[in-house]
């Protein structure tokens, strides 16, 4: 099992910028992707980012060219750089370790362990 916990996030006003951290510890070594999701009340949790072992990254389109993943080993860490933002950013994000290789996963249930998120707000 794989104990991940985020931080980072607050209130910022659109436009502004945040940065997300998931520090993880456990059974890191069985990770094969991380990635972050979120999710608003009332709705699915949706997928964000991801990123792979070897560093390969996937976004989803709403995000593209405005979030950066990225990790650091040597700390067990992935960050989620997040720039320009939109009060439709606003949400909890989550992040999630997969163990499942291949393509990068992004499905909700690809993922095995999660950690309690961290809420994002955006006044426009």
């Known amino acids: 099992q794989v104990q991940l916990v985020e931080s980072g996030g607050g209130l910022v006003q659109a436009g502004g910028s945040l940065r997300l951290s998931c520090a993880a510890s456990?059974?890191?070594?069985?990770?094969?992707?991380t990635g972050w999701f979120r999710q608003a009340p009332g709705k699915e949790r949706e997928f964000v980012a991801a990123?792979?072992?070897?560093?390969?990254?996937y976004y989803t389109d709403s995000v593209k060219g405005r979030f950066t993943i990225s990790r650091d080993n040597a700390k067990n860490t992935v960050y989620l750089q997040m720039n320009s933002l939109k009060p439709e950013d606003t949400t909890h994000y989550y992040c999630?370790?997969?163990?499942?290789?291949?393509?990068?996963?992004?499905?909700?249930?690809?993922?095995?362990?999660w950690g309690q998120g961290t809420q994002v707000a955006v006044s426009s």
């Open positions: 999630a370790s997969s163990t499942l290789s291949g393509a990068i996963p992004t499905l909700r249930r690809s993922y095995d362990d």
């Open positions: 456990g059974r890191t070594f069985s990770v094969y992707a």
């Open positions: 990123i792979k072992w070897n560093a390969e990254t």
